[in-house]
């Protein structure tokens, strides 16, 4: 199976301006502050992010990035959908056999939106 390849985000990155990623890192942890979440940001994260290997952020990055620039949602911010990342299923209409699983001893790979500091 062929590894696709990160999209960048260009959205988050016009939202940096014309900071340094260590400063916007620096102005999302003081927003976090601001309501009481914690997050590891960094200039590494902010990277990550632009680059498109974090597609959405976890629960607690999202609602700082949703303090910080108000009015705007997630695909605002350049990111894609939880579901959609995360690979969870739609429930199945009644009557519809669930997709099959996939034959043993294959192993599929993981997809993870959170970032580990």
Do not use: K, W
Not at 48 to 65: T, W
Not at 70 to 88: H, I, K, N, Q
Request: aromatic letters at 6%; one cysteine or more.
């Amino acid at each position: 199976m062929a590894m696709s390849r990160a999209v960048p985000n260009l959205a988050f990155r016009r939202l940096r301006g014309q900071h340094s990623p260590a400063e916007f890192a620096a102005a999302v942890r003081r927003a976090a502050r601001e309501i009481g979440e914690q997050v590891a940001c960094d200039a590494r994260y902010i990277g990550r992010v632009e680059a498109g290997e974090i597609r959405c952020p976890n629960y607690a990055y999202e609602r700082v990035f949703l303090h910080m620039f108000p009015g705007l949602g997630l695909s605002d911010l350049g990111f894609s959908a939880r579901e959609t990342v995360r690979g969870r299923r739609q429930a199945v209409p009644a009557g519809t056999a669930p997709p099959a699983a996939p034959p043993s001893g294959t192993m599929r790979r993981a997809t993870c939106c959170v970032a580990h500091s």
